[in-house]
């Protein structure tokens, strides 16, 4: 009997799901519409229904599915609980129990960007390593640890926030979560133009980035292509991403020790050129003992998700 289980990246848009066989292989993939009217009280039903209207359509019995694994925008305990997920209008709420009980099928829950590590570890740019570290560098910064094979989760869920490291002292802008100088506001994409908006303030030398700047369109990418064309502000500015994301997990890499640092989101787009200079600040700031961490590319893109969530149930 073949046996199958499904894997959901709960989004703040879109829910993206995932069936799969036992070995990882999709054997299909297709998104609903996040509801998060009446705090996302339609969320998890509308969840229950895309998933029991596959099992139908496929004619899948219902002892050949082991379980189902959802990534979650927020912080989830090791009992599937979530402690508040802001963006869906959510309190605190058991998933596993309350979509458990919908399906009728094992649920297991985790938080999204440790899911997404999973995934990586799974089939992705960490393929081989039981322990890595994902940065995933978009709007903000997200993270997920994994350390033997499992995700570190913490006590409430919280391990892996590398965002929210504090890397800056005396930063005047406030980062989304409140505090000053972390980590994300100069590692994400808007913090990559944080710093090139202060490079350009600061500097009176010429760079593609004024233009791009005058025409509203300064950003991440543009930084990079620049880098990539040599120009030498564009440049300086990668030194100082560089530099903070590199000390920052380098502060990680002393506590966990990984084999492998995956780079992955929209930022992680530039490519290699990424690695290096965050690798480069990486080997000034570590440990000795933590120095021959491998930089690598995620490659799962927006699938990182569902597939570290359909790992959550083969574990």
Known sequence: MSKYCFGVDLGGTTVKIGLFDTQGTVVEKWEISTRKENNGSHILPDIAKAILDKIAQKQIAREEVIGVGIGVPGPVDEQGIVHMAVNLGWGVININEVLGNLLQIPVKAGNDANVAALGEMWCGGGKGCSDMVLATLGTGV??????????????????????????????????????????????????????????????????????????????????????????????????????YLGKGLAMIACVVNPEAIVLGGGVSKAGEILCQYVSKYYKTYVFHGCKEAQFRLATLGNDAGIYGAAKLVLE
């Open 142 to 243: 997200g993270g997920g640890i994994i350390v033997n094979g499992k995700m570190v989760t913490g006590a409430t869920g919280s391990g892996g926030e590398i965002g929210h490291i504090h890397i800056v002292d005396g930063e005047p802008d406030v980062c989304g979560c409140g505090n000053h100088g972390c980590l994300e506001q100069y590692a994400s994409a808007t913090g990559v133009v944080r710093l090139a908006n202060r490079a350009l303030e600061n500097s009176e030398q010429e760079s593609v980035l004024r233009a791009a700047k005058a025409n509203g369109r300064l950003s991440a990418k543009t930084v990079f292509d620049a880098v990539k064309e040599g120009d030498s502000l564009a440049c300086e500015v990668a030194e100082q991403f560089g530099a």
